[in-house]
């Protein structure tokens, strides 16, 4: 499998370096790795939590929040008085958010995904603009850590405009770690699409190598440099590195299952402070990746 690099880092560890963790999918240890890397990190770090639909890097990091922003998307308001039902703005709709019975028209915010087709396609000036609330983005300082996340409204089917919200707070200098959400949807794609590296988290179970080789495809199409770390690594079987060796990906760290650690996430304890002497080998991962 072929690999290729992104952004070159300039001189100095993790300045303009944006690393995405990432998984195929859930309960693999993502977050625990992501939250542990910022605490490792040396000079300016900043996490974004980007699983907008179940954020739980706060729970490690414990950031003091002192920033809330409301964050809206702008969704069509049809005025009957002016609409001459010509039926432009409900075709242009892929997602089906305006639809059109004779002289009956309707939009379904909830569906909307904010294109603004149907503003520019409208003639009669019969679409006009509304806003619909998705979430919170919450932001603040963890100790040293420049902590920033969001909370999808309860119900609301669309994360990303969140996601993106969230991104345009990261910084322009110093180590960015941005928290992927699980799997290889929208949400993925929207995390990794500027990252200059991204770390697969996976176990070496079945399920665990069929999510990270459909992970790898996603990086591969993305033309985005990856490695593998593999959590707990003593369980299972060595298949995830067989794969790892065969496709040219290189497997950068390796997480035992050890009691103390599931007692200390179970506790909302991170890594580094169950583990201690994890955080040598995570040092050494950011300076890795970083030159």
Same mark, same amino acid.
């Given at each position: 499998?072929?690999?290729?690099?992104?952004?070159?880092?300039?001189?100095?560890?993790?300045?303009?370096?944006?690393?995405?963790?990432?998984?195929?999918?859930?309960?693999?240890?993502?977050?625990?790795?992501?939250?542990?890397?910022?605490?490792?990190?040396?000079?300016?770090?900043?996490?974004?939590?980007?699983?907008?639909?179940?954020?739980?890097?706060?729970?490690?990091?414990?950031?003091?929040?002192?920033?809330?922003?409301?964050?809206?998307?702008?969704?069509?308001?049809?005025?009957?008085?002016?609409?001459?039902?010509?039926?432009?703005?409900?075709?242009?709709?892929?997602?089906?958010?305006?639809?059109?019975?004779?002289?009956?028209?309707?939009?379904?915010?909830?569906?909307?995904?904010?294109?603004?087709?149907? #503003?520019?396609?409208?003639?009669? =000036?019969?679409? !006009? /603009?509304?806003?619909?609330?998705?979430?919170?983005?919450? $932001?603040? @300082? *963890?100790?040293?850590?420049?902590?920033?996340?969001?909370?999808?409204?309860?119900?609301?089917?669309?994360?990303?405009?969140?996601?993106?919200?969230?991104?345009?707070?990261?910084?322009?200098?110093?180590?960015?770690?941005?928290?992927?959400?699980?799997?290889?949807?929208?949400?993925?794609?929207?995390?990794?699409?500027?990252?200059?590296?991204?770390?697969?988290?996976?176990?070496?179970?079945?399920?665990?190598?069929?999510?990270?080789?459909?992970?790898?495809?996603?990086?591969?199409?993305?033309?985005?440099?990856?490695?593998?770390?593999?959590?707990?690594?003593?369980?299972?079987?060595?298949?995830?590195?067989?794969?790892?060796?065969?496709?040219?990906?290189?497997?950068?760290?390796?997480?035992? #299952?050890?009691?103390?650690?599931? =007692?200390?996430? !179970? /506790?909302?304890?991170?890594?580094?402070?169950?583990?201690? $002497?994890? @955080? *040598?080998?995570?040092?050494?991962?950011?300076?890795?990746?970083?030159?």
């Amino acid at each position: 499998m072929a690999r290729a690099g992104g952004r070159a880092p300039a001189d100095g560890e993790g300045e303009n370096m944006r690393i995405a963790v990432a998984s195929g999918k859930g309960g693999t240890g993502k977050t625990t790795v992501s939250t542990s890397l910022a605490l490792c990190a040396k000079g300016p770090v900043q996490y974004l939590d980007c699983d907008v639909e179940e954020p739980n890097g706060h729970i490690f990091l414990r950031p003091e929040l002192t920033v809330a922003e409301h964050c809206r998307v702008t969704v069509p308001r049809i005025m009957e008085d002016k609409c001459t039902y010509c039926g432009k703005c409900r075709d242009i709709c892929l997602f089906r958010a305006i639809t059109m019975f004779g002289k009956t028209i309707m939009s379904f915010p909830e569906l909307c995904h904010s294109c603004m087709g149907c #503003f520019l396609v409208c003639e009669d =000036e019969a679409v !006009a /603009r509304d806003e619909r609330e998705i979430g919170l983005l919450e $932001a603040g @300082r *963890a100790g040293e850590i420049d902590f920033v996340h969001g909370r999808c409204r309860v119900g609301e089917a669309m994360s990303v405009p969140l996601l993106k919200a969230v991104k345009k707070k990261s910084r322009d200098e110093g180590l960015v770690i941005l928290d992927a959400p699980p799997g290889t949807s929208c949400p993925f794609v929207e995390t990794i699409s500027d990252a200059d590296f991204v770390l697969l988290v996976t176990e070496p179970t079945p399920f665990g190598l069929h999510d990270l080789k459909l992970a790898a495809e996603v990086l591969v199409n993305f033309n985005k440099p990856c490695g593998v770390i593999i959590n707990r690594a003593d369980l299972g079987d060595d298949r995830v590195d067989e794969w790892c060796r065969k496709s040219g990906i290189p497997v950068m760290l390796k997480i035992p #299952f050890e009691r103390k650690i599931a =007692e200390g996430y !179970a /506790r909302g304890v991170n890594l580094v402070e169950s583990q201690p $002497a994890l @955080r *040598a080998p995570l040092e050494n991962l950011i300076r890795e990746i970083c030159s």
